[in-house]
Nanobody
Framework: QVQLVESGGGLVQPGGSLRLSCAASGSIFSRSAMAWYRQVPGKQRELVAAITRDGSTNYADSVKGRFTISRDNAKNTVYLQTNSLKPEDTAVYYC?????????????WGQGTQVTVSS
């Protein structure tokens, strides 16, 4: 079993920055593809950014050039640096880990951290 714990959310003014962190328990982190998703009430959860085991990244068009995903396998932690935040970035941000171990696929989610961008 893997637990993902997000932190770093909060209230920030437009144009501000936040650094989200997701700490993973267990021994599978380095073998996992990690991602950040976000969700607002009444809408589907959407992919924000993802990073493979090898460090390749991809981003939603809406955050390209403003957000950066990174991972530290020694600390079992994935980060999302969010810059130039806009009100439309307001959402609950979720951490996700996907992979395969012992012949079985896994897909774990954190509990989410609220990001509110408002003046």
């Amino acid at each position: 079993q893997v637990q993902l714990v997000e932190s770093g959310g909060g209230l920030v003014q437009p144009g501000g920055s936040l650094r989200l962190s997701c700490a993973a328990s267990g021994s599978i982190f380095s073998r996992s593809a990690m991602a950040w998703y976000r969700q607002v009430p009444g809408k589907q959860r959407e992919l924000v950014a993802a990073i493979t085991r090898d460090g390749s990244t991809n981003y939603a068009d809406s955050v390209k050039g403003r957000f950066t995903i990174s991972r530290d396998n020694a600390k079992n932690t994935v980060y999302l640096q969010t810059n130039s935040l806009k009100p439309e970035d307001t959402a609950v941000y979720y951490c996700n880990a996907k992979g395969r171990t012992w012949g079985r696929d896994y897909d774990y989610w954190g509990q989410g951290t609220q990001v509110t961008v408002s003046s």
